[in-house]
C-alpha cells in the first residue's frame, strides 16, 4: 500500500470542519504525513503531534508552525506520485472537483468520488436538476444567481419576497457550500431581508419548507456493493436552527443516531441514498440529507465528502452499524489504489 497523505485546512469556509475531520482520520492512519493547506492556500507539512494537540478546532485555526514547502496545491504534485491521499477538506477546496481533476490527471490515488461526480454534487442546482430527470422527491425550488447590476438584482429579491409570500416559510441557501453556512429558514420578514443580504453575495437558491423530520443517511462502497448505514436524526430545539454552531457546537441541537423511525421508514430513506450515490456517480462514500414527510423520504441534497469528525453523522452511523471506522477507512483506500486500475 502506498504511503497516506491525509489533506485537510484550506481556504474555504469549512476549514475548521475540515482540521476537525483530520484530527478523528488521522488516527486510523498508518504513519501518514499531514498536509496543512493554510488560508492563503499554501502548504505544510503538520507534525502528527501538532495536528492531534491543536486545541478547539471548531474555533482555533491551526497555526503551522513549520514554513509552507508550497504556495498552492498544484506546485506539490510531483511530491504526491506513489502516495495515496486521504481527502479531509470540507467546503469549496476539496468538494468542488477541481483538486479531484488534478489528481487524476496525474493518477494520483485519491479518496472519495472523482472530479464529474464533486463538481455535480456540489452544485445544488444542477444536483436537482438531476434528480428531478431521475423522478427523485424534491421540494419546489427557486435559483437565484448573483447578479453585480442593481436592476437585475432588484428583480431577484423580488422574486424570493415573491416566492416567500407564496410559501410562507421557505429556506434560502448558497448554491454551493457547505455546513449549512448561509442557511435561511425563512419564517418572517426579518429573516427574509437576512436572507437578501446574503443574496447579494452568493448564488443562491430558496426551497419550500418541507414539513417533517430533518434525516441524512450515509453509504458506502464495499465488495462491488453499496452499503447503506443507519439513518441519523436532526432534532432542534424551538426556534433554533441547524447552522453552523448547531451542527458542530451543539446549539439548540439533538442528534439521534439510528433516528428513531419505523423498519419500513429507515428502508425507505436507505433506498434514496443508494439511489443518489449511484445516480451521481460517487466513489467510495456519501451522505444524502432528506426530509421524511408522510408521504417518504423527499431529497435535499448528496454530500461527496461529509463530515468525518467524532461528532460528525457519518462515524456515528459507522459506530451504529456496528462497524469500525479502521475497517471503513481501510476500504476507502484500497478503493483509492483501485480508482484507475
Not at 495536528?51 to 514554513?67: A, D, G, I, Y
Not at 434560502?172 to 448561509?182: D, E, F, L, N
Not at 453575495?201 to 443507519?230: C, K, Q, W
Request: overall charge neutral; charged content about 25%; glycine content about 6%.
Amino acid at each position: 500500500m502506498n504511503q497516506v497523505v491525509l489533506l485537510f485546512g484550506g481556504t474555504s469556509e469549512e476549514k475548521l470542519v475540515s482540521t476537525a475531520s483530520a484530527q478523528n482520520i488521522v488516527k486510523y492512519l498508518k504513519n501518514p504525513s499531514t498536509w496543512f493547506i493554510s488560508s492563503k492556500g499554501e502548504v505544510h507539512e503538520t507534525t502528527l503531534d501538532e495536528l492531534v494537540n491543536h486545541q478547539n478546532p471548531f474555533k482555533n485555526l491551526l497555526q503551522p508552525r513549520s514554513p509552507s514547502f508550497a504556495k498552492q496545491l498544484s506546485d506539490a504534485i510531483p511530491k504526491l506520485k506513489d502516495k495515496t491521499i486521504f481527502i479531509g477538506l470540507h467546503g469549496t477546496e476539496g468538494e468542488d472537483g477541481k483538486f479531484q481533476e488534478m489528481f487524476e490527471k496525474n493518477k494520483i490515488a485519491f479518496t472519495g468520488s472523482g472530479s464529474k461526480s464533486s463538481a455535480l454534487c456540489f452544485n445544488k442546482i444542477s444536483t436537482k436538476e438531476i434528480a428531478k430527470s431521475a423522478g427523485l422527491p424534491l421540494a419546489e425550488q427557486l435559483y437565484l444567481p448573483r447578479e453585480t447590476q442593481s436592476e437585475a438584482q432588484a428583480l431577484q429579491e423580488k422574486k424570493l419576497r415573491d416566492f416567500f409570500e407564496k410559501k410562507k416559510k421557505i429556506v434560502v441557501k448558497p448554491v454551493a457550500s457547505g455546513s449549512s453556512y448561509g442557511l435561511h429558514i425563512v419564517t418572517s420578514p426579518n429573516i427574509l431581508e437576512s436572507a437578501i443580504k446574503d443574496l447579494r453575495r452568493y448564488d443562491m437558491m430558496a426551497e419550500e419548507f418541507i414539513e417533517g423530520r430533518e434525516l441524512t443517511v450515509g453509504v458506502f462502497n464495499s465488495h462491488r456493493e453499496i452499503r447503506p448505514l443507519p439513518a441519523s436524526e436532526v432534532v432542534l430545539e424551538q426556534g433554533s436552527s441547524f447552522d453552523y454552531e448547531g451542527k458542530y457546537l451543539g446549539r439548540g441541537t439533538k442528534e439521534l443516531t439510528p433516528a428513531p423511525i419505523s423498519d419500513e421508514e429507515m428502508k425507505k430513506c436507505q433506498q434514496l441514498a443508494i439511489q443518489s450515490h449511484t445516480l451521481f456517480s460517487c466513489y467510495g462514500y456519501s451522505r444524502t440529507d432528506m426530509i421524511l414527510t408522510s408521504r417518504g423520504p423527499v431529497f435535499l441534497e448528496t454530500n461527496t465528502l461529509p463530515g468525518m469528525t467524532k461528532a460528525s453523522f457519518f462515524p456515528q452511523q459507522l459506530e451504529a452499524a456496528h462497524l469500525p471506522m479502521q475497517g471503513f477507512v481501510d476500504e476507502m483506500l484500497k478503493l483509492a489504489e483501485a480508482r484507475y486500475s
